[in-house]
Nanobody, 119 residues
Framework: QVQLVESGGGLVQPGGSLRLSCAAS????????MGWYRQAPGKQRELVAA??????????NYADSVKGRFTISRDNAKNTVYLQMNSLKPEDTAVYYC??????????WGQGTQVTVSS
């Protein structure tokens, strides 16, 4: 049984920081590509950041809107992927989801964690 459990969301003022964590269980974490997505009210879910499995060295990818502000990382020893979010803006407000994927048949999502950026 695969489980992805996100944590670290909350309310933060503009310009503030949060670090999201996603702890995985039930699969060999290190062979999966990981990603953070977000969905704001009335909008489609979008990719925020992704990191490859690291079998041949990790590669990261970011949405243009978060480049230079967000950093994705993974700790395979802890089966955890992180999203460090700095210089947060009100438009970053959304539910953030963790995704673990290897193939179309091995594609898992967490339950989401709310991030609200507001003064």
């Amino acid at each position: 049984q695969v489980q992805l459990v996100e944590s670290g969301g909350g309310l933060v003022q503009p310009g503030g920081s949060l670090r999201l964590s996603c702890a995985a269980s039930g699969r060999i974490f290190s062979i999966y590509d990981m990603g953070w997505y977000r969905q704001a009210p009335g909008k489609q879910r979008e990719l925020v950041a992704a990191i490859t499995s690291g079998i041949s060295g990790t590669i990261t990818n970011y949405a243009d809107s978060v480049k230079g502000r967000f950093t994705i990382s993974r700790d395979n020893a802890k089966n955890t992927v992180y999203l460090q979010m700095n210089s947060l803006k009100p438009e970053d407000t959304a539910v953030y989801y963790c995704r673990m994927r290897r193939t179309a048949a091995s594609d898992y999502w967490g339950q989401g964690t709310q991030v609200t950026v507001s003064s």
